[in-house]
């Protein structure tokens, strides 16, 4: 199969179970979304690598998205189901960092459709005493209970409680590349296409090398006996990604594979797996584009 | 003392030791650069609620600025100086993370003439045989010893030892505008000033609004007995900044200033401090703006 | 009617019929796509003060979006019918300035619904002899025309024919503020929203301050006989913009009006209108947000 | 010479006097500052293809480096000499349009040490009259005489007279990569260098790629009987801009010149030229860069 001149390697992306929390954050502008987000999903690349939660900004929101009506941004996060609790103190934290941030008001804003558990953050963690000191009052805003608390700008408003996606899942494809800028071009307009995919968000960065797949690492390659790197390939970059559901990945991996088989200097696309034996899904590059 | 038409309280700002590390995050563009800048520095506003580090971005760095001429972002972290153990951990973690962008490299950007103390971190938390299983190699740029690790985009390159500025300060001043809007504007105009200042950075998002300064929440007004907020004033903000050394910390709340002060809206700037009894510092507002 | 605090005036915007060209420029990435586009789209914020051409950037364009699957950013263009030469003309230059710019390609993007009639731009300036001396040639992409040519980087290419929609008009609202920072953060909020509109772009930054009329500027109050400056507003600001057809405008003034109601500061929300006696079209405020 | 595996061709380019003026525009945030800045630049990326000026956006302004203290953004015009006439009447419009942008003011930034000719562009246009009616009042701001116009939004406010400096220049690299990402991975580095060159500005987009020189066009390598595109070399594109003196262009082009070395997968720098005999200067590369 090939898109372009670009061979789609017939493999699959193994993945695993993750849950995921949604949230949009809103402010007096796009601007200031953006910058409460930047630190909202920051520090938050790889869980495995010692990030205490796994996050990626998804896109903008548009006023008319929001329940308050303010222009926002999506962020998403996720940890493996094991780790719910660790997942939880860390959203807690990162709600009271937002305080910070004037205008911000951060609200649940989980994917429908995918199923889910919801938690009373803001009772589970006893926020009101522990970190407001009883000085806020609850809002209903759509039926759902917002957290107001008074500050020198003005107010900071969250939503208590917050659906956790519990058939969330990671995702990803393998760009390989004549070039380290090929690569990067590459897996840039891939991560640009994710923004159509409500629900799925880049982790991290995003675009995601490795070090540990020393089979992958193109100067490494007359080193390894079972180099996978092909002939002509000098780089290797993953998008990494994760969703609220498998049907949401596999949308999200047709729409940025398609985009980085666009771009001049990428040979091949392909994905990374341990035969199927760890992971609870699947994601088969020739079913997802055929 | 006035600055246009707004009035410079004659107070000072109270501040603190902080130690401080300085780096500069290069790539093989801005946007990646930057990308890897947000990751780095995120989930860092405020160490007091309980980011493990006290973060922000200064700046771009023009590629001739870099150690290895291609674009870059400046960093500045910071933590009270009985924290330099976590503040070291936390870098540790945050280099480990940038592994994962491509064409990422991490280099120490510490302040010439502030004094500090050089810690090699790659050394001290082992990082070549608990990370990098002994796959990374050592290379010299500029007589400056640097951590080569192989990845499939191409290497992840850092510096080993990074200088902590121990002569560090924050440093704030308070905007107080007719409106939330104004304030917004005025103290992100401050903020833009600051970036001319090299080695302090705002701290976190940097415009901070605060919870626990009753006497400073201007709906609380009427309910707190010796309430700060004058007539005419519906919303305060503050500019939260840390950097270097105190003289450099001068500089940038006196640019600051006079940014935030050209703001239609804004009537008073000012400070907060608990009579100078806890900071070393005082930055006395008339002063700096002599 | 009253949105939040906001005053709805019970009035409309009157407006002109305009034709309109829809265009999307891709690109490598959409950092670059964005810039060709800031060319494309420059100098062009009123015929009436003297630009060549109104146009607008609507939003980026996602790769799957995009007729050859890269990134791109949708651009709008608009003139008087009786100046459709003129238009046609600029659009032309437009097209010749973007062959500068790397890896861009310019595609009609027109909205499908709308009526209008194609135009050969490539034919009826015979660009292949007068610009090109004859070196390009004839690529089909999805059953449309394109010029190809060769140019130092790789190629540059242009659809041949564009759909004028004859049924376009132009569209805005009058926010009425407290203060300037209110009616600046308003609006941008309300051009925030515009970008849920496919069909429907700002007019030049959209955001547009008025000098000529009289009656609505604040600090002539006191000089003009009949001010239409009501008490407590210091601010005026439109938002301006245009699109293919009467029903976009009107889903686009929509959404963007309540966007600009959620601002603190906000007092009025309203229209400018010569009694209807000039103007093709009528946005009656009330209908479009009952 | 070669900078890291880059070859630095022993060649200089051919460069002509231009004339060039400098304002920045200056506004309430750097965001409305830039959007300003891109109709007032817009358009402009080549007045040989035909353009009516030729402009680019040099960087952003920091508030303390202001007329008026408020964040904004440098840009730059020119024209050939004997086209003055054309590049003021093109001024006078732009500054009419800028107009629109609320809290936008227009200044002079010409360059100090560059030679030139100050114009009064405000009463060569009668723009009072012509434009405003005669509500513009006079305003001096730090000894230099200002037009101030009552807007709904606040003022508009501009710079009546302009230095044009005499003594400027264009210049140019030609970038010689093995593939398009790379090349344009390259120039975008070596633009981000120009920004610490106060004076010189990209022309246009800045990275501009070529369709007349058939001699530098790789897809015509075996058409051309003196194909100049070099064996491995796919994709060139250069980096164009103008400044107001050739010291200025000189350290520009070593700047850039250096950034773009740094990209892997560019094989050689070099520069287009007529022999030296149609203009003014002669940049040549290794003096440059010794």
Request: hydrophobic share 45%.
């Amino acid at each position: 199969m090939k898109i372009k001149n670009v061979t789609i390697i017939d493999t699959f992306a193994e993945a695993w179970t993750l849950e995921v929390v949604r949230v949009v954050l809103t402010a007096t502008s796009t601007e200031v979304a953006l910058g409460g987000a930047h630190q909202f999903a920051g520090a938050a690349g790889s869980s495995m690598i010692g990030s205490r939660i796994n996050a990626g900004i998804e896109r903008a929101a548009l006023p008319q998205e929001t329940p308050d009506g303010r222009p926002g941004v999506f962020v998403s996060m996720a940890m493996p189901p094991d780790q719910r609790e660790a997942m939880l103190e860390e959203i807690e934290l990162r709600i009271a960092l937002a305080s910070l941030v004037p205008t911000i008001a951060v609200f649940d804003a989980a994917v429908e459709a995918a199923p889910g558990e919801t938690v009373n953050i803001h009772d589970k963690f006893s926020i009101s005493s522990e970190r407001w000191e009883g000085y806020d009052t609850e809002r209903e805003l759509a039926g759902r209970k917002q957290c107001v608390l008074p500050t020198t700008t003005g107010e900071f408003v969250y939503e208590k409680a917050y659906k956790v996606c519990t058939n969330g899942t990671d995702g990803h494809f393998v760009c390989f590349a004549e070039s380290e800028t090929a690569a990067v071009t590459a897996v840039a307009a891939a991560k640009e296409a994710l923004t159509a995919v409500d629900g799925v968000a880049p982790m991290g960065y995003g675009l995601e090398q490795v070090f540990r797949e020393f089979d992958y690492i193109p100067s490494l390659r007359d080193k390894i006996a079972d180099s996978k790197v092909p002939d002509g390939v000098n780089s290797i970059l993953n998008l990494l990604m994760f969703g609220a559901s498998p049907e949401l990945m596999r949308q999200a991996m047709a729409v940025s594979l398609r985009a980085a088989a666009q771009v001049p200097g990428v040979m091949y696309l392909g994905a990374m797996n341990f035969g199927g034996e760890f992971g609870k899904h699947q994601y088969h590059l020739h079913q997802l584009l055929k």
